[in-house]
């Protein structure tokens, strides 16, 4: 996911970049019990992202913040 051309170009951290992921998913997560979504479908763009974002869902399904997750390749979805 491109997020803007500041997080693109700039040499920022891995922890500035997690938690600009995490901030990003839960913001989606907000905005799914609004507009009553099924499912986020979330491409990822790197092994990182692969990575955290695949630990950050396995987390928020054991705090059962969501019911599930399900991954395609590069692609993940988030059942909220």
Request: glycine share 4%; proline share 4%.
């Amino acid at each position: 996911m491109t997020l803007s051309p500041y997080y693109d170009f700039e040499d920022l951290s891995e922890d500035a970049y997690a938690d600009t992921l995490t901030d990003f998913i839960l913001a989606l997560l907000d905005v799914s019990k609004t507009k009553a979504a099924d499912t986020l479908k979330i491409h990822l763009r790197s092994p990182l992202e692969a990575r955290f974002l695949g630990q950050l869902a396995s987390v928020l399904e054991k705090a059962k913040v969501i019911r599930g997750t399900k991954r395609s390749g590069m692609w993940l979805d988030i059942n909220p």
